[in-house]
Nanobody
Framework: QVQLVESGGGLVQAGDSLRLSCAAS????????MAWFRRAPGKEREFVSA????????YYADAMKGLFTISRDSATNEVFLQKNNMRPEDTAVYYC??????????????????WGRGTQVTVSS
């Protein structure tokens, strides 16, 4: 089992930077990848970014490339998501996810068998 706890959400102003953290505990050595998804009000959950455990290769949704940066600290089993210049459309619940099922399809929610509870990010204009 793996437990995931997100932090770093809250109310930010448009133009601010945001850094979310996800702390993983438990059988983290079994993980192929960790990822961030988000669900905006009234919208479906969408993939933001993932990072592969074997080599820290990062993957981004096309719409997120150049906007978000994912990183990982293997020593502390934490994954981070950074974005500068937050915009109101970034308002969403951000979820951390972890995958011990398969080492591919990192942009698919079905790949991930562990999920955090999410952290709310609200961007005011």
């Amino acid at each position: 089992q793996v437990q995931l706890v997100e932090s770093g959400g809250g109310l930010v102003q448009a133009g601010d930077s945001l850094r979310l953290s996800c702390a993983a505990s438990g059988r983290t050595g079994d993980l192929y990848a960790m990822a961030w998804f988000r669900r905006a009000p009234g919208k479906e959950r969408e993939f933001v970014s993932a990072i592969r455990s074997s080599d820290d290769k990062a993957y981004y949704a096309d719409a997120m490339k150049g906007l978000f940066t994912i990183s990982r600290d293997s020593a502390t089993n934490e994954v981070f998501l950074q974005k500068n210049n937050m915009r109101p459309e970034d308002t969403a619940v951000y979820y951390c996810a972890a995958d011990s099922l398969r080492d591919y399809y990192y942009d698919a929610a079905s790949t991930y068998n562990y999920w955090g509870r999410g952290t709310q990010v609200t961007v005011s204009s």
